[in-house]
């Protein structure tokens, strides 16, 4: 796909005007994807698909075209940039307008040895006569960037994911597994967790009162938690605007000195190159000691508030986003919690204060009662409402010893390459309202 | 799509049966971010996507590229993944027939979006714009359109063959004021799509929204918190859309009473035994699927499976009578459905959705809404939303409330909020406001399933009452 792409754009590149500028991404994917429900297959097949994104410059105007390549691409490509020229002279000029003017070429190809029919094979073998549901997917994901004026940004990542959970009498456990290469001692590490939860999830649920409670958050709530901020936390524009969620970290009241976030292309999944050619750092530090550092500077960004970028995409939105890990060891956790709450994930999250950072969502899957450091059953489905400034300030009192990646797992404009890398949080209260 | 049926015949491998599902988007977008006009943008998608049967298993092949070679290949992949399915498979797929039906359908248009120029879209956003612009506290702000035409076709072994054509408009003011350490927001909504062309546009008035929009902002500016505590609720359609959604629609989705959704979206409180005589709500809900709404969003002739779309009753006098479930999921569970297959694109399997999901009219004006209430709150337009992953215990946030002191309306109250459980809360219905209350509203973006799909719902609802609401002020 990357080879077609260069054919591609070296020869769209030849029907340029004098003064035009063309830049050219692509997004694609070859994936399939095996979807379970009771342990069997509910719906099965394989995606390919790949989106040439076309942007034409002239003297400060751009406008973008995007198409699906398939058949008679040229010719299709051609007509879009035709389009794109007659509708440039009536776009206004747009100061915000920032393009590269250092040529930086890459190519990254990680291209693994994947089979999905063989993985969704041994993965059935693994949860027979088990109420297994999730997803499977599996397949190389390309990003590529061409410039007229010769850069040129290629990238593919070939990589599978399971992501699923078992149930046994309405209560579950999430397991996960991805990477490059299908090894079935990957199954098998999950399936252990899962026998091991088997029996504390059998046991009768222990009733829950709204109040504050002390609260381990697993890694993988931390990532929820995480991803909500993530829609305006960290960008420059929310930050220079002051509307974002976080904005009260630049106003004098830091998140806890336990936290420091990066921003870390080189350790996330991504393609290290945003949509206008630009090459993104393989670290930026968003937050250290819980106070702001830099922001994720878009190219527009960096042009209003005269500032170099760190080529985040439009919106300022992580993609690969880091939490150093603290001082706690994950075979301490209950012993540190002692009498609370053990939250393995987190469920439907939304500000119920954008401006003050604060946050509902819902407990989800494995959540447990501990008292006395030991796990004592598990809870029902509860509410909470609080403040990231708590949650992650005020009421942080450690973090665990090692980030745990999760894997953006939603694909619906294409898969996604985002991730979360991050530590568990203990936590002095956790308001549950429901 | 020419001669779909006759490329895919010539591609296919031996098999039991097949569809193919042609898709063809055309997305534009024009937009104003806090007074620069960004880059313009259009997106031409299409392509197909293959089913094939094999024994009781069925596999699917989406591709772009519909050369004879490119058809060929996908249909070897999706006999491959067939025959995955016939080994493995959780159900005998050979029970849901392929559609034999013919016929098109198209949903209504006066002026076609492709008759607007940029300029004219322009002119309008910034005309729209214009008071915010002008509006000191504003910090950021957008003023956008999008749109999109769509057409389909869908061909099957069984002679099927069905044309359909929608064009869709989203349109969008809003803006965000800073006051000190708190950030305030007003917008037209951001469930404004419905089917249609520049029509949809101007009725709603965009550049009224304008005014409309700092003038509410400048009162919130000076508003109190809202208050808290249990108390008497009128809801706006512009938030009853969402209260609709989550604690209804996606509730009685069939696909999530099997199961399926379970690792993703969720499950659900719906149990198959409540069908046909559980008590969702007060004897004042009335509840109908209606793909039939001329201009709401997701209105439709045939779902994605090729099942004819007719007006049904969900939910009559508060009593549930069936579910949103298309012709597997009804054959899987032997349950009453609707026709609701359906797909985001080509690029991914149909599975249960929502459509147009409508609480009908009852007899009250919006005075005698607000005139029956003692002490409580008015909510209008949503700006947050979160529920469980049973669909029961909920949260919402709306951007504008007003107290109700005595029957009437009194001072607008900021970053109004509510929570409940579903069945508590529909039971606590007290009241729906008659067609002078109703508005037909629509969202682009119900997300759902894996891989992940995200589509539009439309959902048509006059003003509601509810009692004894556990109301409260954000943080």
Redesign the interface.
């Known amino acids: 796909m990357l080879d077609r792409f260069q054919r591609l754009a070296d020869a769209l590149f030849t029907h340029l005007e004098p003064d035009e500028r063309l830049l050219l991404g692509l997004h694609g994917e070859r994936s399939d994807f095996v979807r379970y429900n009771r342990g069997g297959v509910r719906q099965v097949g394989n995606v390919e698909s790949a989106t040439l994104e076309l942007r034409l410059v002239v003297d400060g105007r751009h406008a973008t075209h995007d198409l699906l390549l398939g058949h008679d691409d040229l010719a299709r490509a051609t007509t879009a940039l035709k389009s794109l020229r007659a509708l440039l002279p009536s776009v206004p000029q747009d100061p915000h307008l920032h393009l590269p003017t250092e040529r930086v070429d890459s190519e990254r190809r990680e291209s693994g040895d994947l089979d999905a029919h063989a993985i969704s094979a041994s993965f059935l073998e693994g949860v027979r006569g088990l109420d297994a549901v999730g997803l499977l997917t599996c397949g190389p994901v390309f990003h590529a960037f061409a410039d007229s004026t010769g850069q040129r940004n290629l990238f593919e990542r070939s990589s599978f994911h399971l992501d699923w959970s078992i149930f046994e009498g309405g209560r579950a456990t999430k397991l996960g597994a991805a990477g490059l290469a299908w090894d079935p001692a990957l199954l098998d590490a999950q399936m252990a967790r899962f026998h091991a939860n088997r029996e504390l999830l059998a046991a009768p649920e222990i009733p829950l009162e709204p109040g504050t409670w002390r609260a381990y958050l697993a890694p993988a709530a931390v990532s929820a938690l995480l991803g909500v901020l993530s829609y305006s936390g960290f960008g420059k524009r929310a930050w220079e605007r002051g509307y974002g969620c976080l904005a009260r970290a630049l106003d004098g009241e830091p998140l806890s000195p336990l936290l420091t976030i990066d921003e870390r292309t080189h350790d996330g999944l991504g393609a290290p190159f945003d949509a206008l050619g630009f090459t993104r750092p393989d670290s930026v530090r968003l937050f250290e000691g819980g106070r702001p550092v830099e922001p994720l500077v878009s190219a527009r960004s960096a042009r209003e508030f005269d500032v170099p970028g760190n080529g985040a995409s439009d919106w300022e939105h992580p993609q690969s986003l880091y939490v150093h890990g603290g001082d706690l060891p994950e075979d301490e956790v209950l012993e540190a919690l002692g009498d609370g709450l053990w939250v393995s994930d987190l469920h439907y999250l939304n500000f119920s204060d954008h401006g003050a950072g604060s946050v509902t969502g819902l407990t989800r899957f494995a959540c447990f009662r501990v008292e006395g450091g030991r796990i004592m059953g598990p809870i029902p489905v509860m509410r909470f409402d609080d403040s990231a400034f708590s949650l992650l300030g005020t009421s942080l009192e450690r973090l665990t010893d090692t980030p745990r990646l999760h894997p953006e797992t939603r694909s619906y404009d294409g898969r996604s390459s985002r991730s979360v890398r991050c530590p568990g949080a203990l936590v002095g209260g956790l308001r549950l309202t429901l | 799509m020419e001669d779909l049926t006759g490329r895919v015949r010539a591609a296919l491998p031996a098999c039991d049966g097949w569809s193919a599902r042609w898709v063809s988007e055309r997305h534009e977008r024009v937009e104003i971010d806090s007074g ?12 197909v ?1 293959l ?1 094939v049967q094999v024994g009781s ?1 069925r ?9 004879p070679s ?1 058809l060929r290949e ?1 249909a070897t ?2 006999k ?3 025959e ?2 016939r080994d ?4 005998d797929m050979s029970a849901t027939p392929f559609t034999a039906a013919v016929g098109s359908w198209s949903g209504p248009v006066a002026r076609p979006m492709s008759d607007v ?3 004219e879209r ?1 002119a309008l956003l910034s005309a729209a714009s214009a008071p915010i612009v002008g509006f000191a506290p504003v ?2 702000w957008t003023a956008n359109l999008w749109s999109r035409h769509l057409r389909t076709r869908l061909v099957t072994s069984a002679g099927g063959d069905l044309q359909q054509e929608t064009s869709m408009v989203v349109p969008l003011l809003m803006a ?1 004021a ?1 006051d000190g ?5 007003r917008s037209t909504g951001r469930h404004n799509g419905a089917q249609g062309g520049w029509e949809v546009v101007e009725a709603l008035d965009l550049t009224a929204w304008g005014d409309r929009l700092v003038a509410e902002l400048a009162a919130l500016l000076e508003a109190p918190l809202c208050p808290s505590g249990r108390m008497g609720l009128v809801l706006a359609p512009s938030q009853m859309i969402l209260q609709i959604h989550e604690s209804i629609g996606h509730p009685l989705e069939l696909d999530r009473i ?3 959704e ?3 979206a ?1 499950t659900t409180f719906v149990t198959p035994e409540m069908i046909g005589s559980y008590r969702y709500g007060s004897e004042h809900l009335d509840i109908t699927f209606d793909p039939s709404v001329s201009g709401e969003i997701a209105s439709y002739g045939w779902d994605d499976t090729g099942a004819s779309a007719s007006r049904a009753h969900l939910i009559r006098a508060g009593i549930l009578e069936r579910a949103l479930g298309g012709a597997e999921s009804q054959a899987r569970s032997g349950l009453p459905g609707v026709a609701c297959t359906r797909s ?1 694109s080509w ?3 149909a ?1 249960d959705r929502m459509a147009n999901l409508n609480l009908e009219p009852g007899e009250h004006t919006l005075a005698a809404l607000i005139g029956q209430v003692e002490r409580g709150v008015w909510m209008e337009t949503n ?8 669909r ?2 909920f ?1 919402f ?1 709306c951007e504008l409330g007003r107290e109700i002191v005595d029957g009437e309306l009194g001072r607008v109250v900021r ?1 109004p ?1 509510y ?3 579903s069945r508590d809360f529909w039971r606590s219905l007290a009241a729906v406001g008659d067609r002078s209350t109703f508005e037909v509203q629509g969202t682009p973006f119900c ?1 759902k399933g ?5 589509l539009p719902v439309g959902h048509a609802s006059p003003a509601a009452r509810f009692t004894d609401v ?1 109301v409260f002020g ?2």
Request: charged share 25%; aromatic share 10%; hydrophobic share 40%.
């Open positions: 620069i006009t960004k880059a313009p943008w259009v997106m031409e998608d299409e392509g996507m089913t298993g596999g699917y092949a989406a591709t772009a590229d519909t050369s490119g996908a992949r999706a491959g993944w067939a995955h399915a493995a498979g959780i159900f120029p940029f300029a322009l910090v950021q965000f800073k350490r708190d950030t305030l927001a099997l199961g399926d379970r690792n993703f969720g985001a690029r991914r399997p599975i700006a947050s939303w979160s529920i469980d992953d049973r029961d215990k949260q946030g970053k909020n929570r409940g459980r997300g894996e891989p992940s799909q995200v556990d954000g943080a």
